[in-house]
């Protein structure tokens, strides 16, 4: 019984770090390609262009949402906001 939880617990692990992996660029052209493939669009062709830009454009977009988020947290960590009287005040 403890070897068998004890393989279940080493695959899941093994299964999470593999899908820590990155993506190298040329894997995520492929997937952006194959997913404007899959909408319809066919390569060479302008549309087949703009879905590849948007792609790319939401996931700079997400990017910054994501680093933007993240540096709130550390600002709010750092220096967050008291109540005084009845107003928000921030400690310097």
């Known amino acids: 019984m403890r070897i068998r939880l004890l393989i279940t617990v080493m695959a899941t692990i093994v299964a999470g770090l593999s899908a820590c992996q990155t993506m190298t660029p040329e894997e995520r052209r492929a997937a952006d390609e194959q997913r404007c493939m899959s909408y319809g669009f066919r390569r060479g062709t302008d549309g087949f262009a703009t879905c590849l830009q948007r792609i790319d454009l939401d996931r700079r977009a997400e990017s910054r949402a994501q680093s933007a988020e993240m540096m709130n947290r550390m ?3 750092l ?5 005084y009287r009845d107003r928000w ?3 310097y």
């Open 75 to 77: 600002a709010w960590d």
């Open 79 to 83: 220096n967050g906001p008291y109540i």
């Open 89 to 91: 005040r921030y400690r």
